[in-house]
């Protein structure tokens, strides 16, 4: 089916259908004549990105974002550092904080 038609059983505008394309949050599909074609797995897809929207109150713009810091290494490590920097992930413990801190307690207990 035609944007047009797709957008209707989507309830939303052709337009809106555009932008959600622009940010990467539909299936790449094409016909011969350039024009996109919808077909039930590009409105799943397109269902399932307006489910996602709803349940975590985040705009279309948001989750092309967390899908390209989940798909780009160097974004997610950015993002990641940023979390660490102000204090919304934990920095991840290497192996010699570890054993260092098991040797403080070891010692602490036999005080």
Known sequence: ?????????????????????????????????????????????????????????VSPAELAFALRALSDPSVAQAVRELGVRIGRIQAPRRALDFEKEKALRLLRNRL
């Open 1 to 57: 089916m035609r944007i047009t038609e797709a957008a209707r059983q989507l309830g939303m505008s052709p337009r809106m259908l555009r932008y959600r394309e622009a940010l990467g949050l539909l299936p790449p599909v094409r016909d011969r004549g350039a024009h996109r074609r919808f077909g039930p797995e590009e409105l799943a897809a397109v269902g399932q990105a307006m489910e996602l929207e709803r349940r975590f109150d």
